[in-house]
């Protein structure tokens, strides 16, 4: 009975700690479009600031559900639960470390870039952290129908990716800015657009969770 209490209180933490995880990355990915659309550059130091602390609770999930796996032998739901769980706090570290890596530009290159451009990022930093909320909220309550509505908001991060592209063309042919600039503006939204891509990755894995299936396909089924 004891040890059947543990396993139950280690995957009670396992959610808890999921959950933690999730809500810094949010509010980091949301920080990185503050510090970039409205220059504050106090946003931007407290990702940089908090990103090893993340790291350390990415690793630890990590290391619990290695430790579940090994050592409880989950069945059925709780295996589904487990294996999803370390996947997911992969697409989340990834988020997490390209926040951290927007703050860290954010804090080289002067933040008083065209309004336009500075507008469409702010704009793809909270949709992206919209994306990874709502993925994560499906994961943590095993809700299909949240999961799916995430797919469809990847389409316009995808489509302000492309309008930040456009603008810097235009911005290196008008010469408006220094070219020095442009590298960064397209990695910043690149980076955004990668978030969406993981956001949808995380509700992938909460189909999975409450259903077994993997994009279409049940657990262990062969390609």
């Not at 040890?3 to 990915?29: I, K």
């Amino acid at each position: 009975m004891r040890t059947r209490t543990n396993y139950l209180r280690q995957l009670d933490q396992l959610v808890g700690h999921v959950n933690a995880l999730s809500a810094a990355v949010v509010d980091d990915v949301r920080d990185t479009g503050f510090a970039i659309a409205e220059g504050n550059s106090e946003a931007a130091e407290e990702v940089v600031s908090g990103h090893h602390a993340s790291e350390r609770l990415h690793r630890s999930i990590e290391d619990a559900c290695m430790n579940i796996m090994l050592l409880q032998s989950p069945l059925a739901g709780d295996l589904r639960f487990v294996t999803s769980t370390f996947r997911v706090v992969g697409d989340l570290a990834r988020i997490d470390e390209m926040a951290y890596e927007i703050a860290l530009l954010a804090g080289e290159f002067d933040l008083t870039i065209d309004d336009g451009i500075a507008r469409i990022l702010g704009d793809m930093s909270q949709r992206a952290a919209s994306m990874a909320e709502k993925a994560t909220e499906a994961f943590r309550d095993s809700d299909v129908d949240v999961a799916n509505s995430v797919f469809p908001m990847d389409d316009k991060v995808d489509d302000l990716f492309e309008s930040v592209r456009s603008r810097v063309v235009e911005m290196l042919r008008s010469g408006s800015e220094p070219a020095t600039i442009a590298p960064e503006l397209l990695t910043v939204a690149k980076y955004y657009e990668r978030m969406g891509d993981h956001a949808q990755g995380i509700a992938d894995w909460a189909v999975f969770r409450a259903t077994g299936e993997y994009r279409g396909r049940s657990m262990g089924e062969m390609a």
